[in-house]
């Protein structure tokens, strides 16, 4: 086959003089006498399977072979141009028919021969072995138990590690010089195997390539088939009734005993194989996500370190203290237009439970969070580049991609790509940017409407308020405010899932409306809008609370109102208590209701999924005799039982979400990051299970990191640095205190009348003064003293941020993107590489020992010797070759 290198690629091969490593493909890549994921010769393996249904009459005739026109006509016309066009193109094929009550349901098996594989392996880029990587691979826990001399309880050794290697791309003419070249059968995954079927399959036409009739994914959208999935390697279950040896086992075997079990859960993941069996892009996802999971741990351990500071704070302050033993000396004005007077010591149990999320700590831990968050972010960067070297990733940059089928089908006009130089839908540039700006419009009408729902909830506390008051019961009159404030919580709860299912069909509709040409260009897009909508949804009544909150309620005699009704002001234990039960609410109320339906969901979507396919009345006699003693399910079949898997989309979003829980109002909720560490433990588990035990296999896809979740991840770490300067500075008492202490000799001592202002004379009734809290004087004008804090907060909040801004920006000056050992590694890889594929040298001077090669130890030079070129029989560039092209 010839390729684009011409003159490069003329000369003859050298064969490598090294022994090719057997095991390259896979662990099961050869045919073993029990896979049945073959053709019904027991030799050809099955790469791909195509599937449609068709209805029965009730002589159990298909519908399509009846005289009378049936709308699936067209769908049959494409599957047969579509098939043929795949035989032309050299995939084999077979087809199987299973017979049920009232459908019939069609697989049709495909395989790629050899020459098939070699040619898209090098259109496609495929990066295959050079050389195997001896160095070993250490996680950062790993390694530091490691220096501790502490037992790694987290360590397991999991059979049938993938061997790591220095790899290159696919050339066909070097063929002989790659590990494995000598076995057909094993040289290529599995995986590769899946691509390049699905390569062949998104490439093919089934009508008019003019009208954009092309590909695999519109056929599945026109229902001209039914599913389109590679197979998943045997069971997930482990052999019943006798011992197995772990080496024996499949790769789906070996990811569901070693990681998607319940029993699992402190166990590390087992990264290597599940590249190996899902792809880079779903391997990415779950390494982050164990990561993310594991630098949760110090935080956990840091935040309830303070949290229980808090608990010392209840016994210990002097301000508690003084508001339990005020008594009646506090009488404080009512707070709302029919409630009554109430004492300051009422609230003895409630402020001091504000104090486990209002204390001196919470500036500490704060601070600790947002550099937590800029450290996890920069150490990220480093695993995320040795992880994508290690899988061949490092420099993957996709090629021109394709134009998604919506795209091809709707696109209006045509025009010559300038790379491909071939024909292309084209979507005019101006229209596209009319109407993103008419889907920025909806965006922000569905923010309006989140905002009226804020609004809509504060109304419903303030009325529930007073409905309780007006009630006459003792007990709900003392409660109001803590009633009206949870009920609102879970209202809120309800309101934001119910929105957010309505929001991300519309964010669908308006992405596919806008006509992205690529389908890279048209998740990005999504991902941004359903993640601007999601973030007011989520965070507008936290954020309300936080800093909104008791701050417009005016004074006694000349209070503020919203459509006539007082504004809400912050309970009697402060406003910071009231955010932590939001968080709480919100944060652990969503996580439980996903973790549910991420557990029921699936069981539930699978039973019905069976029970549309089973039970079946007859099949072909030669099936039957396939399907072996037992009479089971052939695999296409028990695959097709299984789920689609629909992206890690949902998966990204709700644990980016989360981090922003745990680091925009952190301050106010020292518990969040070990509430999420609980919920990221059950996650993992959840989600390997529906990857290796409810959803069809998917095809892998490459990259080379997590995409433009990155740069949400940053924005949200910037935002959290300055939310939580203003939660300190305005909300918490931190500074309050602070400026007390330095006025009055270190003491707290009579903090709580510092803090209370006296009601004007003009709304004293029956001539009793009222306190409440602010820094007034009895004819509501601020005192000196208000001023004074409020230049301390501004102070506070310039440098607090440019305080975290500063050591994070040195921290990632610190922490380079890249460790040093990847990019010996890289630049090792490439001179491999190079020496690998170059006509005047010989693959065996390229492989050296491994550690020699990259060890540092320092050696004396060698005096008065000058160095040598090395010697080589082959001639120099300038010298003509003797050997003849191939």
């Keep these: 086959m010839m390729t684009r290198k011409g003159r490069d690629d003329s000369t003859s091969l050298i064969s490598m003089t090294n022994p090719a490593d057997q095991n390259y493909g896979s662990t099961n890549a050869e045919v073993n006498p029990g896979d049945r994921n073959v053709f019904s010769d027991g030799i050809t393996r099955i790469d791909f399977v195509l599937v449609w249904e068709e209805s029965l009459a009730k002589d159990g005739v298909s519908e399509k072979d009846k005289s009378s026109p049936s709308p699936q006509d067209s769908h049959e016309e494409w599957r047969k141009y579509f098939l043929s066009k795949l035989e032309a193109n050299g995939i084999n094929q077979e087809m199987r028919e299973v017979l049920q009550a009232k459908k019939k349901i069609t697989y049709v098996l495909l395989s790629a021969p050899w020459n098939v594989l070699c040619y898209y392996a090098e259109e496609i880029s495929l990066q295959v072995p050079l050389q195997v990587v001896s160095t070993p691979k250490l996680n950062w826990s790993e390694t530091i138990l490691d220096k501790t001399k502490i037992s790694n309880i987290m360590s397991e050794d999991v059979p049938n590690l993938p061997p790591d290697y220095y790899t290159c791309q696919f050339r066909n003419n070097k063929l002989d010089r790659f590990l494995g070249s000598d076995n057909k059968d094993t040289f290529f995954k599995p995986t590769q195997r899946h691509q390049v079927l ?110 229980l500071f808090g608990i010392w704070q209840m016994v210990t302050d002097t301000p508690a203290r003084e508001i339990c033993e005020s008594g009646d000396e506090y009488n404080m004005c009512p707070l709302c237009n029919i409630c009554t007077n109430w004492t300051l010591s009422s609230i003895c149990g409630t402020f001091k439970v504000g104090l486990l999320f209002d204390n001196g700590g919470t500036v500490f831990f704060s601070m600790f969070m947002a550099l937590w968050a800029v450290t996890f972010l920069e150490y990220w960067k480093r695993t995320n580049a040795v992880l994508t070297h290690r899988w061949d990733c490092s420099e993957f940059q996709e090629v021109e991609e394709r134009p998604r089928p919506e795209f091809t089908a709707l696109a209006p006009l045509t025009m010559r790509n300038p790379v491909t130089d071939l024909e292309e839908p084209y979507f005019p540039t101006r229209r596209r940017f009319r ?39 003792t007990f709900l009159i003392y409660s109001a405010g803590r009633i009206a404030s949870l009920s609102g919580s879970v209202l809120n709860l309800l309101v934001i899932l119910m929105l957010s299912r309505v929001y991300v069909y519309l964010a669908h509709f308006l992405t596919h409306w806008e006509m992205h040409r690529t389908q890279t260009k048209y998740e990005d897009m999504f991902i941004l809008k359903v993640f601007i909508f999601q973030f007011v949804n989520f965070y507008s009544s936290p954020i309300y609370i936080a800093f909104f909150k008791g701050r417009f309620v005016g004074y006694p005699g000349n209070y503020y109102t919203l459509l006539g009704i007082r504004n809400e002001d912050c309970g ?90 745990i680091t925009i109002f952190v301050a106010a909720c020292p518990l969040a990051p070990l509430f999420a560490l609980i919920n990221n433990w059950v996650e993992v588990r959840l989600d390997s299970q529906k990857f290796v035990c409810q959803y069809r296999r998917p095809v892998v896809e ?107 920006r040195l921290i990632d000056l610190m922490v380079p993107d890249i460790p040093e050992e990847v990019e010996i590694k890289i630049k090792r890889e490439h001179y491999v590489a190079k020496e690998a594929l170059a006509e005047n040298q010989v693959l065996s001077e390229v492989v050296v020992n491994e550690e020699d090669n990259l060890s540092t130890d320092l050696r004396r030079r060698a005096k008065h010797t000058a160095s040598h070129p090395r010697e080589s029989d082959s001639p120099p560039p300038q010298q003509k070759r003797d050997t003849p092209p191939l």
Aim: some cysteine.
């Design 198 to 307: 699905y390569e062949i399959l998104a490439r093919t036409p089934y009508g008019s390539s003019e009208r954009g009739e092309v590909g695999i994914d519109r056929l599945l959208r026109e229902n001209a088939f039914a599913a389109a999935y590679p197979l998943h390697e045997g069971p997930f279950e482990m052999p019943k009734g006798e011992a197995v040896d772990p080496q024996s086992l499949s790769l789906r075997q070996i990811l569901h005993q070693y990681w998607a079990r319940w029993g699992c859960w402190y166990k590390y993941q087992p990264l290597d194989h599940i590249r190996e069996y899902y792809g880079v892009k779903i391997a990415l996802y779950f390494a982050w996500l164990g990561f993310y999971t594991g630098w949760l741990l110090p935080a956990a351990v840091v935040g309830t370190v303070v949290f």
């Design 435 to 473: 109407r993103i700006m008419t889907s920025s419009v909806v965006i922000v009408i569905m923010v309006s409407i989140v905002l009226m729902f804020v609004i809509a909830i504060i109304l419903y506390r303030v009325i529930l308020s007073l409905i309780i008051y007006k009630s006459n019961n």
């Design 572 to 661: 009697a234990g402060g406003c910071l208590i009231e955010l932590a039960q939001e968080l709480l609410i919100i944060m652990v109320g969503k996580q439980l209701i996903n973790n549910i339906q991420e557990f029921i969901l699936p069981k539930l979507k699978s039973w019905w999924q069976r029970r549309k396919i089973h039970p079946k009345v007859r099949a072909e006699h030669e099936d039957m005799e396939k399907r072996g003693p037992m009479g089971d399910a052939a695999p296409w079949e028990t695959d097709y039982e299984l789920l689609v898997c629909e992206g890690l989309f949902d998966e990204y979003l709700e644990m980016v979400l989360q981090f922003g829980f």
């Design 702 to 808: 490459r990259a080379k990191d997590i995409g433009i979740w990155m740069e949400i991840l940053q924005v949200i770490t910037h935002v959290a640095v300055i939310s939580n300067a203003f939660l300190i500075a305005f909300t918490t008492d931190f500074l309050p205190r602070l400026y007390y202490r330095f006025g009055n000799e270190g003491s707290l001592k009579g903090y709580v009348n510092f803090t209370l202002a006296t009601s004007p004379r003009s709304f004293n009734f029956n001539e009793t003064q009222c306190r409440y809290r602010g820094f007034r004087d009895q004819e509501g004008h601020f005192r000196p003293e208000y001023f004074e804090l409020l230049a301390c907060r501004l102070a506070f909040v310039i440098v607090f941020e440019h305080v975290v801004f500063s050591i994070g």
